[in-house]
């Protein structure tokens, strides 16, 4: 048995769920040789209670990152979590992730380590729903043609909850109540989520250098009950759609709420999963669905990477 030394920033509902997950799976760990242990888990205030494993380290402090072999970041954020982790990352250590906002807004920053394998995020765009994987991997020997996706759960239930006769405002207001929406909202219901999650995938089949600068953002804040009711009557719904597809010599990437025919494989994927309808040559158009936000169907993803890394499978690199 070797020793794997692992740390952990953020102990929010994906960095408990990790936690669990990792002892959950503790006979996985113990088939490939491998013993887990935490050093340490970084938290804004240690005396907050938490679903953690007995014994589990809980700081207030980076004390223990130079001791990590690997590092697994659920804080969010861009700047902290980068600013933390910097030393680390020159030590060409490896980090596991679902920071969307950190990859699209830092990439200049990230790319080499990416480069290098030693930057895993599978988690960062639809959770647990692998699709990080299959473009960075496989689907390289396509000639990859556009992508459309679905990948905010709080936009979806809002759209769901008007299409049942709720205006925005009451919509909105729910889904702060049960939890699917901050507040501000603005992150989710004015694009943002989305149009970070769009930049990571396309520096996987477009634009190895993709700036989250070129994305073109417009939410849902705008939507009416009226609009939802015309585009019912056309037999059509509206989602909140990231593209990316090609334009001219480039590429174009949007995020704007659009009309789709309700047998839309985006519409019938159900209200609280995103679903990726990705279009290349040689493989023709292929369809991924699923959860794509949550705990414990994030921190499978991370904990997946974890055991890719173990395993010597180098993280996600982008387009050279």
């Known amino acids: 048995m070797r020793t794997v030394t692992v740390g952990v920033l953020g102990s929010g509902t994906v960095g408990q769920d990790v936690l669990n997950l990792i002892q959950r799976r503790k006979s996985v760990f113990d088939d490939i040789g491998v013993k887990i242990e935490i050093a340490g888990v970084l938290v804004r205030d240690v005396n907050r209670p938490r679903n953690v494993p007995a014994g589990t380290r809980v700081t207030d402090t980076c004390d223990f990152l130079q001791e990590c072999t690997v590092v697994i970041e659920c804080m969010g954020g861009v700047d902290r979590p980068l ?26 920053e990230l790319r080499d380590y990416a480069l290098a394998g030693n930057l895993y995020y599978e988690a960062s765009v639809m959770a647990g729903t692998p699709v990080i994987g299959p473009m960075s991997t496989v689907l390289r020997a396509s000639t990859f043609v556009q992508l459309h996706a679905i990948l905010n759960g709080t936009c979806n239930y809002i759209l769901g909850q008007m299409e049942q006769g709720r205006d925005y405002a009451q919509a909105l207001a729910e889904a702060q109540a ?20 769009l930049a990571v995938m396309a520096r996987f089949c477009a634009d190895g250098d993709f700036d989250y600068g070129r994305v073109q953002i417009q939410g849902i804040e705008h939507v009416t009950a009226q609009d939802i009711a015309d585009a019912h009557a056309a037999g059509e719904r509206i989602k909140l759609v990231a593209s990316l597809e090609k334009e001219g010599d480039g590429w174009a990437a949007r995020v704007a709420p659009q009309r789709l025919p309700a047998d839309h494989p985006l519409c019938t994927a159900g209200e609280s999963r995103n679903a990726l309808v990705y279009e290349a040559e040689e493989s023709g158009t292929l369809i991924f669905a699923g959860g794509g936000a949550g705990g414990m169907v994030t921190a499978s993803a991370m904990v997946g990477d974890l055991l890719d890394y173990l395993l010597g499978f180098p993280g996600h690199v982008p387009l050279h």
């Open 178 to 197: 049960l939890g699917y929406a901050e507040d501000p909202p603005t992150l989710d219901v004015g694009g943002f989520d989305t149009a970070h999650k």
């Open 83 to 108: 600013e933390l982790l910097r030393p680390y990352l020159r030590s060409g250590r490896p980090l596991i992730t679902a920071n969307k906002a950190m990859l699209a807004e830092r990439w200049s």
